[in-house]
């Protein structure tokens, strides 16, 4: 089964292999800062949210350090990304600023934000489809799971018709809209995962990222699995769902990626996520077979 990988759809829309480059400014996240909550999404371990940057933080500094860590991987161009928590909560000035600043550089082709749908508001959309016309802006929704009771247990807090408004407002303003779905997620069946996918491509994302239920020391989730352990997947069970979500995903999609990087100095669990090579290597001979 042929299916469009992030690496392919970087070769054929910048000519290139393109290298993400982290940046971190200290976001936050309504659903930890009590805005909306404070415990924040059940698997979600924390970490170095709320310490925002002073005007004219160290980002050139941070992207020449970055870059320093993926040049021995060969040359290339790169995409300024906004990973940890949600890149768009902040004042929409401070972002016109760091954003401005993280896509400045000849050899940064685009600028890479992950957010909740409901950061979005009028003017942040505004501002991203702006730079979007100035360089290709990729957001991505953490969606996890369409599964709204699913979605009330790990505290998503936001129902669906938000990210589905989200990625309309995104795709009406031509800018790449990639959803992050987590699989394993406590009481969900394979079928529920399943029509995770279906729900994200009938809402029109132009991108999936799928990632292994994590356990993570400091999220809520830790203390629940400490006290009380529940069977995760195992790397087999996860593999061929992967394989079949790739099935059902319409000519076009880009997999940006079919396995998370969880940091495996807080993992609690499961141990096979450390091996991502050979959760990858099996992922994709299930999908050759398919
Ligand atoms: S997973 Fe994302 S939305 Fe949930 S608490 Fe963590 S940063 Fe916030």
Same mark, same amino acid.
């Given at each position: 089964m042929k299916y469009l990988s992030f690496n392919e759809y970087c070769r054929e829309r910048f000519g290139c292999k393109v290298y993400k480059l982290s940046l971190d400014v200290g976001f936050t996240c309504p659903n930890r800062d +009590? *805005?909306? $909550?404070?415990?924040?999404?059940?698997?979600c371990a924390g970490g170095?949210?709320?310490?925002f940057c002073a005007s004219g933080c160290d980002i050139k500094a941070q992207l020449a350090t970055a870059k320093q860590l993926v040049k021995a991987k060969g040359a290339g161009k790169y995409i300024a990304y906004?990973?940890?928590?949600? +890149? *768009?909560? $902040?004042?929409v000035s401070r972002l016109e600023e760091i954003y401005r600043s993280a896509i400045?550089?000849?050899?940064?082709?685009a600028l890479a934000v992950a957010t909740?749908?409901?950061?979005?508001c009028d003017e942040t959309l505004a501002l991203l489809e702006r730079l979007n016309r100035q360089k290709p802006v990729i957001v991505e929704l953490?969606?996890?799971?369409?599964n709204e009771q699913s979605a009330k247990a790990f505290h998503r807090?936001?129902?669906?018709s938000t990210y589905l408004a989200a990625v309309k407002a995104l795709k009406a303003r031509g800018i790449h809209t990639v959803t992050h779905l987590i699989f394993g997620?406590?009481?969900?069946s394979e079928a529920d995962m399943l029509a995770s996918v279906k729900f994200a491509c009938a809402a029109g994302t132009d991108g999936v990222k799928f990632h292994m239920l994590n356990i993570l020391e400091g999220s809520l989730l830790a203390e629940s699995y400490r006290r009380e352990p529940f069977e995760l997947m195992s790397r087999e069970a996860y593999a061929a769902l992967v394989a079949e979500a790739v099935s059902l995903l319409?000519?076009?999609?880009?997999?940006?990626?079919?396995?998370g990087d969880g940091d495996k100095r807080i993992?609690?669990?499961?141990?096979?996520?450390?091996d991502k090579k050979r959760t990858l290597n099996l992922i994709q001979s299930y999908i050759a077979q398919a």
């Amino acid at each position: 089964m042929k299916y469009l990988s992030f690496n392919e759809y970087c070769r054929e829309r910048f000519g290139c292999k393109v290298y993400k480059l982290s940046l971190d400014v200290g976001f936050t996240c309504p659903n930890r800062d +009590g *805005t909306l $909550a404070t415990g924040g999404c059940t698997f979600c371990a924390g970490g170095s949210g709320g310490r925002f940057c002073a005007s004219g933080c160290d980002i050139k500094a941070q992207l020449a350090t970055a870059k320093q860590l993926v040049k021995a991987k060969g040359a290339g161009k790169y995409i300024a990304y906004f990973q940890a928590y949600s +890149g *768009t909560y $902040a004042p929409v000035s401070r972002l016109e600023e760091i954003y401005r600043s993280a896509i400045e550089s000849e050899d940064i082709v685009a600028l890479a934000v992950a957010t909740r749908p409901d950061c979005l508001c009028d003017e942040t959309l505004a501002l991203l489809e702006r730079l979007n016309r100035q360089k290709p802006v990729i957001v991505e929704l953490g969606l996890q799971t369409a599964n709204e009771q699913s979605a009330k247990a790990f505290h998503r807090c936001y129902p669906n018709s938000t990210y589905l408004a989200a990625v309309k407002a995104l795709k009406a303003r031509g800018i790449h809209t990639v959803t992050h779905l987590i699989f394993g997620l406590p009481d969900e069946s394979e079928a529920d995962m399943l029509a995770s996918v279906k729900f994200a491509c009938a809402a029109g994302t132009d991108g999936v990222k799928f990632h292994m239920l994590n356990i993570l020391e400091g999220s809520l989730l830790a203390e629940s699995y400490r006290r009380e352990p529940f069977e995760l997947m195992s790397r087999e069970a996860y593999a061929a769902l992967v394989a079949e979500a790739v099935s059902l995903l319409p000519p076009g999609t880009v997999v940006h990626r079919l396995t998370g990087d969880g940091d495996k100095r807080i993992l609690i669990a499961p141990e096979w996520v450390k091996d991502k090579k050979r959760t990858l290597n099996l992922i994709q001979s299930y999908i050759a077979q398919a």
